[in-house]
């Protein structure tokens, strides 16, 4: 995910600065926005409900601050499948 040497074609590090900063800053606001890109609903012709938007933010919010920002912060390196199975 993270862009380098090795995956030349991933994401600076900027942009996961950037979620980071946002979970902590306005974190129900961020789950809320975050639910849409997740499910897709922001794409034409997409039917996702508001109720499992809801249910994401709700589930998301009872995770605490840690779990996304630990998660925003580990993530990013990893560069294949492979790399799950350390």
């Known amino acids: 995910m993270l862009k380098s040497d090795a995956n030349p074609e991933g994401l600076p590090m900027e942009v996961f600065d950037g979620l980071r900063e946002s979970a902590v800053n306005d974190r129900s606001q961020f789950f809320k926005d975050l639910a849409v890109q997740f499910y897709g609903a922001n794409r034409p012709g997409a039917k996702v409900s508001q109720g499992v938007l809801d249910q994401f933010w709700l589930w998301s919010m009872q995770a605490g601050l840690r779990a996304p ?17 350390r």
């Open 69 to 85: 920002t630990t998660a925003s912060r580990r993530s990013p390196r990893l560069t294949s499948p492979r790399t799950y199975g």
